[in-house]
């Protein structure tokens, strides 16, 4: 079963905008991991946010976490073609498995 | 370094007929992972080992499914007796630490393998 869901489930922008996804999850987590997948390739890990944290940046990535509403965003600024591709917000249980949400289709057009 | 390695990449195979899954982890990496990826969602946990060991296969959806890493390195995932509801993508993950390493290892994913039975 799916632990989380992002939202919107697919975003079409034009290069240079900013796009902004959002996962909820259910249960109480220990980080929350993002990760990126293009058509035809694998899942690419982008960046883990710890629950003691609010607000994370990598690159042109900024995410934030609110553990009380138990929700998270990913921020991508000054979206490239090359960003296009669907993103995964994913919580680890168990022994370090990862549940994964429904993923957000990301489309930047040049 | 080279990445995670999955054989085949596309697997055909008819109803009824047993098909083997490879997984090649990254080199000295402990812990080893299957999903199964249905299409327009997100990847659902099959199995984890640590090591050779099977810690967890609550993800496996009935007998037909079975999976060994018996020297703690290359991982099959087996399906027996395959049904039009297995086509999925499968894929393997590794990470470099095992179970002591806590619940912030990376997972480092392969290309996956697309099975499709008729």
């Known amino acids: 079963s799916q632990q989380g869901e992002e939202d919107p489930q697919a975003l079409s922008i034009q290069e240079g905008e900013n796009a902004t996804m959002n996962c909820s999850y259910k249960?109480?987590?220990?980080?929350l991991q993002w990760y990126r997948q293009n058509s035809g390739r694998g899942l690419v890990h982008l960046i883990l946010?710890?629950?003691?944290?609010r607000e994370k940046h990598s690159g042109r990535l900024r995410v934030t976490l609110d553990t009380s509403k138990k929700s998270s965003s990913l921020l991508i600024t000054a979206s490239r073609a090359a960003d296009t591709a669907s993103y995964f917000c994913?919580?680890?249980?168990?022994?370090?498995?990862?549940?994964f949400g429904t993923g957000t289709r990301l489309l930047v057009s040049p | 370094g080279a990445g995670v390695s999955q054989s085949p990449r596309y697997k055909v195979t008819k109803r009824g007929q047993d098909v083997a899954l490879r997984c090649d982890p990254i080199?000295?990496?402990?812990?080893l992972y299957w999903y199964r990826q249905a299409l327009g969602q997100g990847p659902e946990f099959l199995t984890y080992?640590?090591?050779?060991?099977?810690?967890?296969k609550s993800g496996l959806p009935n007998d037909r499914f079975s999976a060994e890493r018996p020297e703690g390195s290359i991982s099959t995932l087996t399906i027996q007796r395959t049904e039009q509801r297995d086509s999925a993508m499968y894929r393997c993950?590794?990470?470099?630490?095992?179970?002591?390493?806590?619940?912030?290892?990376?997972?480092?994913f392969g290309p996956g393998t697309r099975l499709t039975v008729l």
């Open positions: 993950a590794s990470s470099p630490k095992g179970l002591a390493g806590g619940r912030t290892d990376t997972q480092y």
């Open positions: 249960t109480s987590i220990n980080n």
């Open positions: 946010i710890r629950s003691n944290e």
């Open positions: 994913a919580t680890p249980t168990g022994f370090q498995k990862l549940v």
């Open positions: 080199s000295g990496h402990v812990s």
């Open positions: 080992f640590n090591y050779e060991a099977q810690q967890d």
